[in-house]
């Protein structure tokens, strides 16, 4: 699909904006192909409000909701029409007629709702950041395994058509090699609120986790391995977690990666990457629908349209579906996540930041847990 228009989407606002330029649209019909499952969202937050919304899009609707509050569930269900609304997360594991369940709550409770869906044989689309380090994310993947189920990791930038449709060319070779991977991602969040998620260690605050995970996503998706080495700095909020870091990374084959991150200085969310013979440029990128190529040979500029920003959990739906009926470019997409999630966990290890649920292996490390005193 192409179109000529491209929006900011890091704000809720630019999310409205997104949805509201395709609500009154046909859906596509190329979006899912797969046969389809029945969905169950865990958690009623801003994030299940827009997947609700697209399902709508695609007229289709949730099968069931679960929150810890069991109100905000009944208002979500009415809101968007969901069959079913579940007292307890065990009632949900526990409903045969479920096949997938999204998670949209907190990066540190998605763990526990990762063993217990995965072992209750539920395929899982799990929200960004998928887990709160490594050992997590392995648990969560050996567990998928052994239950013959799908896990599956929401970051946007996994499942974009844009990006899907340029690593395309790139492994076609139309690009060259890779050399160089400059990717930028600055949000401004006030410090009147530092319970917020975004600077509380108990809800796993942090720029890493929060931003810092599309920007490693979207260089390693181009690059030919995991970077290998890391060297960095990062400055600390408050509260203890990390606020803004720069850092640069290096695989076996040479390409470098080098990020600079901030959760309180406003700077363009672009991402550069350079290869022989272009470079490619893509701004406000974690939803991109669009990008630039400039070719070294002769300067000229060719842009590249693909997807809808507004669609973009669909996509992520669409994979999903996808990796279940055997697609095995889906299926291979959360050994990316793997990779990014080694990578963030490495960095914020080196800054000596460690999360409560983390208590064992900060204290291992003689430091404390972000936060304390």
Known sequence: MLRTASRPIDSASGSAAAYAAVKNKPFPKDIFTAPKLRWAVIGCGV??????????????????VANRTPEKARAFAERYHV?????????????PSIDAVYITTPHNTHIDFLRRALAAGKHVLCEKSITLNSAELDEARELARAHNVVLMDATTILHMPLYQEV??????????????????????????DLTNRFFNPKLAGGAMLDIGVYAISIARLFMASQPTEIVSLANRA???VDESSGFVTRNAEGQLGVFSLTLHSKQPKRAMLSFDKCYIEVMDYPRADRLEIVWTADGHREIVERGVEGYALAYEVADLEAAVAGDESKLALIDYAADVMEIMTKLRYAWGIYYPEERALAEAAGVKVAGEE
């Open 167 to 192: 690593r395309r060319r790139a492994d076609a070779g139309e690009f060259g090699r890779l050399n160089l991977a400059q990717v930028n991602f600055g949000s401004y969040k006030e410090y009147g």
């Open 83 to 95: 069959e079913r609304v579940y007292e307890s997360f065990d009632e949900l594991y526990a409903d």
């Open 238 to 240: 408050t509260t203890g």
């Open 47 to 64: 994030i299940a409000n827009q997947m609700a919304q697209v399902f709508e899009l695609a007229g289709r609707h949730l099968a069931g």
